[in-house]
Structure formats: structure tokens, C-alpha cells
């Protein structure tokens, strides 16, 4: 399901003031998956005799709504990031924000799925009623 940018950046600030309160940013933007490819099903199917279920692990930016300045230590051996990204709302109000921090060679990633509860198609973003479902680290540098 497909909304604006606008409404995803405005929900965005919103995840941040509930569960982000302490954490500064470097970049706050929306994200895109990496869709699965055909080979990628065909083989999964053949081994496990499944359907292979999107994966939520890999992405890029697709729009960054707000940048800050970037941090170079020690003329730019090292540097570091603090993001955020918002997916857009799937089917039944379900989205997901993936924070990334990095600091010199080391940081972790981590997937927030929220959902929104008694979602509709139209959104008033001051009433919204969202739930944190999961979090899980997805990766560690």
C-alpha cells in the first residue's frame, strides 16, 4: 500500500517521540526492500516445499527527509551514522522502522515492526493508536 511521504515522515517523527526519545540522528528517510527473485523462490520451494515469505533483513534508502551532518574522526579514517528508516504501511496497518548505528568499524541494526491499530485507509496521524509488535537485531558489524 502505497502513501506519501509526507504522511510517512510525519509518522516517522511520531515512532521517534514514543520510543526514540533519547537517540540523535544523523538521517531520517524511508527505506525500500529488496524484493526476492525468482531463483531465490524456485529454490527454497524445491528444498523446504515451502513459499518463500518476503524477507524484511535487506534494503536501501528510497527518500531521506531529513539529513544532518556527517561525523568524520581523525580525518576521515572513521566515521559514523545513526539512522532511521520507515517502510510503507502494508496490509493491516503493519510497518517497519530499522534503525542502523554505526561508530568507526562496529555498530548493530535493529527492526522495530509496529502496527496500527484499528487502521483505515484514511490516516489522522494525531489519534493514531500504534503498538510495537517486535524488535530484533538484524545485524551486528
Not at 540522528?25 to 515451502?50: A, C, D, V
Not at 536501501?60 to 545513526?82: P, Q, R
Not at 532511521?84 to 548505528?101: L, T
Not at 568499524?105 to 489519534?127: A, V
Amino acid at each position: 500500500m502505497y502513501f506519501d511521504s509526507i504522511i510517512l515522515s510525519e509518522l516517522l517523527d511520531q515512532i521517534i517521540g514514543l520510543y526514540f526519545i533519547n537517540h540523535t540522528f544523523s538521517l531520517k528517510g524511508s527505506l525500500e526492500w529488496y524484493p526476492i527473485t525468482e531463483k531465490q523462490k524456485e529454490r527454497h520451494f524445491k528444498k523446504f516445499g515451502k513459499e518463500l515469505k518476503p524477507q524484511r533483513r535487506r534494503y536501501k534508502i528510497k527518500e531521506v527527509f531529513w539529513e544532518g551532518k556527517k561525523v568524520d574522526d581523525k580525518g576521515g579514517y572513521s566515521s559514523s551514522h545513526h539512522h532511521v528508516v520507515i517502510s510503507d504501511i502494508e496490509d493491516h496497518g503493519v510497518f517497519y522502522v530499522m534503525n542502523d548505528h554505526k561508530v568507526g568499524n562496529m555498530g548493530q541494526t535493529f527492526r522495530y515492526k509496529f502496527q496500527i491499530k484499528d487502521f483505515q485507509k484514511s490516516l489522522n496521524l494525531s489519534d493514531l493508536n500504534i503498538e510495537l509488535l517486535d524488535k530484533t537485531m538484524t545485524m551486528i558489524r
